[in-house]
């Protein structure tokens, strides 16, 4: 193994297959898996954040997986702390660390460093109380006018990152992607080999619906009613998230369950198409087809760390 290796990132949109693809690779290298999706941080939120079981992770050692309760602040600026700490205590046992996960803003601060975009308590409060009087689609609306490219990442419904992008604007006096194309010109953080998984657009949103049914096979509205009986109400930051959203949106609104089912299908999608949307954006993603399977991505892990 070369002196220094780089850093590993395996990335990809949901449901493409990361997980199995790390869990293949960490039967052929040394190493162990630092995870960089925002819901598997949390506790208790294991079904619809499709969380490796607790076989898998006693037979690959991962990391930053249940640091966190659902009512506890948990942000790029704290993952980059966790992950840097995680990937010393990998190296200091001479094993790698192979960053996994859909996280785009986690990647990128961990890679980057975490962005110096503008804010405001008092316009985010603002914004927070337009919102609930004029609703997303209005806000989403406002935000295409001045900010096309932002837009186009971000749903109607994602209440954050909307309103994030209106406060950014609002306080620095120019779009969020106007600020965040000079951040992503810094120099890495960390030499790495990034790789990033491309399936068929079709195949990719038929593993989506066969996720989301099996998510509600397995129990996610027990997981949520679980959640909510332990006091996680459904304005905290993760219970907003897909899937945890479209189960309170049934279980809290009386939406019925088929629609809640085939809203989080169409959601999901929209979130995998943003997802490969910010990796089209990166300058040094290693693209793996859907056909290419672990070998390719051995050799090219190979190539790079021996």
Not at 32 to 53: C, F, H, W
Not at 89 to 118: E, S
Not at 141 to 147: G, I, K, P, S
């Amino acid at each position: 193994m070369a002196p220094n290796p780089p850093l590993v990132v395996l990335a990809g949109p949901t449901a493409s297959g990361k997980s199995a693809l790390a869990f293949k690779l960490a039967h052929l290298f040394p190493f162990e898996i630092i995870n960089a999706d925002s819901l598997q941080v949390y506790r208790g939120m294991d079904i619809g954040s499709a969380k490796p079981t607790l076989e898998e992770q006693a037979e690959v050692p991962h990391h930053l997986i249940d640091v966190a309760n659902p009512d506890e602040p948990y942000n790029a600026g704290r993952f980059v702390v966790d992950a840097e700490a995680a990937i010393r205590g990998i190296r200091g046992r001479g094993r790698l660390p192979m960053v996994v996960g859909g996280t785009g803003m986690y990647i990128r601060a961990l890679l980057r460093g975490l962005d110096d975009l503008p804010s405001d308590p008092a316009v985010r409060e603002a914004l927070s109380g337009r919102w609930e009087a004029e609703g997303g689609e209005a806000m989403h609306a406002e935000l295409l006018a001045m900010d096309p490219e932002t837009a186009a990442r971000v749903h109607p419904a994602d209440r954050l990152r909307v309103t994030r992008a209106l406060e950014i604007a609002a306080v620095a006096g120019k779009p969020a992607s106007a600020l965040r194309a000079q951040w992503e010109v810094r120099a890495p953080r960390h030499p790495h080999l990034f790789l990033a998984l491309r399936p068929e657009r079709e195949a990719l949103y038929a593993r989506i619906d066969a996720r989301v049914d099996e998510m509600f096979r397995r129990g996610l509205l027990d997981e949520v009613r679980g959640l909510l009986a332990k006091g996680y109400g459904p304005s905290l930051k993760p219970m907003g998230a897909l899937g945890y959203r479209h189960a309170v949106s049934h279980l809290v609104g009386g939406v019925p369950c088929t629609r809640a089912v085939e809203e989080m299908k169409r959601d999901t999608r929209h979130y995998a198409k943003r997802q490969l949307t910010w990796l089209s954006g990166e300058r040094d993603v290693a693209w793996l087809a859907s056909g290419d399977g672990v070998e390719a991505a051995s050799l090219r892990v190979k190539n790079c760390l021996f």
